[in-house]
């Protein structure tokens, strides 16, 4: 049976690390600075999207924020966040210097102390950041982690496979008509703190149904464009179509479509389009936070305690059948299997359960071990049912 790499990570945490990020003085243009953020960083042309201009071409890498330095000494950060702030109180972008409106003294993470993911994670979600600057020992900015680049270099894993869109996604998607002005749009992600609208129209039932998407994203390349924002409605800049996600979809499908869509959120619906939701790429790094572990932990046991009942069912119905001795020997090898597999995967959760200042790289790998075994278990239950 072939079985997914069970590490989480990549081997080297550095990988998560963007070094390819703008760096600007102080004094620099705010509108500059968006033009740089602009730029892909991998060969593309712009592309018609809609009624709307993307270049967000395949392979396409744009910037999300621009470091703000003097000399060697970081000063701040400018991220797409901001410009969706600025837009949504109506500033006018000519004139002001981006010193003036950037994040100053910016929470950073030194490279020294970056071991393993769940560092960036950890300061993610106590400051509600999604840009952390790593520095050298003397203090200088070597590159920025973000939830982005964390999905990058993660490894396909069991984890992702076990666990279901509607256990992280959110369903207070904030939405707006086809018709909304795009100023609104701003307003909305402003004032709520979000990263995105989703943009819905009315069916023939009355039905509010999903049919694009507005991001911080757009924002961003839409202030390039100098468009009145006021004026422009989100059919003429949203998403379209949308692909949309199943609450049942496991994450290992919202993972595997974020990468090869290069997208950082997916519209999850059901209902035939009257539940609405959404995942990002921050909700699929809550499976590796710590906290989150214990949830798969109480998956884990739900999921031995089921196997368990299976064997025994199994066990049974080989009892109460006349075989011949070669067929017999194989089932009671592979009970055998079962039956240590389960054990070890037994003693592993309680060890996890019991030991709850385990550090996560230790947590990660057993818990990659166990759904591994799990695994193994499936297939032996398979080979059985079908002896």
């Known amino acids: 049976m072939q079985l997914d790499d069970p590490l989480i990570f990549a081997p080297a945490v550095e990988a998560a690390i963007d070094r390819q990020l703008p760096i600007v003085t102080p004094d620099t243009p705010l509108v500059n600075a968006i033009a740089l953020m602009n730029q892909t960083r991998l060969l593309g042309v712009a592309q018609p999207r809609g009624e709307a201009f993307d270049t967000l071409t395949s392979g396409a890498k744009l910037s999300r924020c621009v470091l703000v330095m003097q000399n060697t000494e970081l000063l701040g950060i400018f991220t797409e966040r901001d410009i969706v702030r600025l837009t949504a109180a109506g500033v006018n972008f000519e004139g002001v210097q981006i010193g003036s409106v950037m ?28 840009h952390l600057p790593i520095v050298n020992d003397n203090g200088e900015p070597i590159g920025v982690v973000s939830p982005e680049s964390i999905r990058r270099v993660l490894r396909p894993t069991n984890f992702l496979k076990r666990r279901r869109v509607s256990e992280l996604m959110s369903t207070e998607v ?77 994450l290992y499908k919202a993972y595997q479509e974020m990468q090869q869509r290069h997208v950082r959120r997916l519209v999850v619906s059901w209902n035939w ?60 090898n592979a009970n055998h299997e079962l039956n240590d597999l389960l054990s070890t995967i037994q003693v592993c959760i309680e060890s996890l359960a019991q030991q709850p200042d385990l550090s996560p790289d230790l947590r990660q790998t057993k818990l990659n071990s166990a759904l591994v075994d799990i695994e193994r278990i499936r297939h032996l239950v398979e080979a059985l049912r079908q002896s």
């Open 103 to 130: 994040t100053q003294a910016p929470i950073v993470l030194h490279q020294a102390d970056f071991q393993d993911i769940s560092a960036a994670i950890f300061l993610f979600r106590r400051y509600r950041i999604r």
């Open 273 to 332: 389009g009257q539940g609405l939701g959404i995942i990002t790429e921050t909700d699929l790094l809550r499976v590796f936070d710590p906290v989150e572990m214990y949830g798969t932990i109480e998956i884990l046991q739900r999921t031995i305690e089921q196997l368990k009942q299976e064997q025994a069912e199994l066990s049974q119905r080989q009892n109460n059948q006349a075989g011949d001795i070669t067929q017999c020997n194989e089932c009671t």
């Open 174 to 250: 904030i939405h707006a008509p086809v018709t909304a002005s795009v100023l609104s749009l701003a307003q909305l992600m402003a004032s709520h703190n979000i990263s995105c609208v989703a943009i819905t129209q009315e069916d023939e039932e009355g039905n509010i149904i999903p049919v694009g998407i507005v991001t911080e994203r757009d924002i961003v390349q839409l202030q390039s464009l100098q468009i009145d924002f006021a004026l422009t409605q989100a059919q003429t800049v949203m998403s379209t179509p949308l692909f949309l996600l199943s609450p049942e979809d496991s």
